[in-house]
């Protein structure tokens, strides 16, 4: 028989952040995994046919989903534990770096990021700055190692959580 687990409403509220963060982060990580394995470390533009897309899509996909438990959330109000991320500085920069890319080119339309410059002609009427993100291997790489450890942090703490209950 399964029988829920009476927790304190706190605890549940942490429980439910740290539950759906540990499934952001998996679907960034497997993003990663994916574009590391592709090769995938020029920017989209240069690619043909529909792997120009596919790229997009799962680097975008990567850094929202990533950035998503860190971002203010609506609803019941709790942040995501900082303790939990335990970054070098390293990872630390990098960390502010994919919420800096999310907040300012995925997920709002931040105009200090657009550069367009408006023509007189018919057939070409502007010049457009390419909004485009790429990842070195070695970013990949890091990124992997932050998420996996955090992953297994969240992991803990649900553990942790789940004991405390009755």
């Not at 596919?54 to 942040?79: D, S």
């Not at 995925?106 to 070409?124: E, F, M, N, Q």
Request: with cysteine; glycine share 6%.
């Amino acid at each position: 028989m399964i029988e829920d687990l009476i927790l304190l409403p706190r605890d549940r509220v942490t429980y439910e952040k740290l539950h759906a963060s540990h499934g952001d982060l998996t679907i960034a990580n497997s993003c990663a995994q994916y574009i590391l394995k592709k090769g995938w470390h020029s920017l989209s533009f240069l690619r043909r046919g529909s792997v120009q897309i596919q790229q997009i899509a799962f680097t975008t996909t990567m850094i929202v989903a990533y950035a998503r438990p860190f971002a203010g959330g609506r609803g019941k109000g709790i942040n995501f534990p900082e303790r939990l991320l335990q970054y070098d500085d390293e990872q630390a920069a990098f960390h502010e770096h994919l919420l800096k890319l999310r907040k300012q080119e995925y997920a709002h339309t931040d105009a200090s990021t657009i550069s367009v410059r408006p023509l007189k002609g018919s057939l070409v009427t502007d010049i457009q700055s390419i909004r485009d993100t790429s990842f070195s291997p070695d970013e990949l790489k890091l990124f992997l190692a932050m998420t996996q450890g955090v992953s297994g942090r969240i992991q803990q703490r649900l553990d942790e959580i789940r004991r405390s209950g009755s």
